[in-house]
């Protein structure tokens, strides 16, 4: 399984905002320790969903002004957006089926 691909405050707006259909973003970052216990489960996740769903890093440390835009509090943070506009929301560490029950009805 390949790494996610991260997504900056450059490239947001294209890559989140405007895409064709359902983005999920895991906003992490390197210190967190419940991120690097997440990461797995996500990618995973990401593997079981293909091409239903694009799946997406974000550095909170690197991005500030998009944790602003959102308000996030605190990471991890997973949040998926429809048409540009934030529809679900997860923080802190869930389970692989907490998410899947989650996530996985918007884009079934």
């Known amino acids: ?9 450059k490239d947001f707006q294209t890559e ?4 064709a259909g359902p983005v999920l973003v895991d906003f992490n970052a390197d210190w967190c ?16 969903w ?5 799946v997406l890093k974000c550095d909170a440390d690197k991005n500030p002004n998009i ?10 943070t997973l949040m998926l ?3 540009g506009v934030p529809a679900e929301r997860v923080t802190g560490y869930q ?14």
Do not use: W
């Open 1 to 9: 399984m390949s790494e996610l691909q991260y997504v900056t405050e």
């Open 16 to 19: 989140v905002l405007e895409a």
């Open 33 to 48: 320790r419940p991120c690097k216990i997440l990461d797995p489960i996500v990618e995973q996740l990401a593997g079981e």
């Open 50 to 54: 293909g091409d239903r769903v694009r």
């Open 67 to 76: 944790i602003v835009q959102y308000g996030i509090m605190g990471i991890p």
């Open 81 to 83: 957006f429809k048409a």
């Open 95 to 108: 389970s692989k089926d907490k998410l899947n029950a989650k996530f996985g009805p918007h884009f079934g």
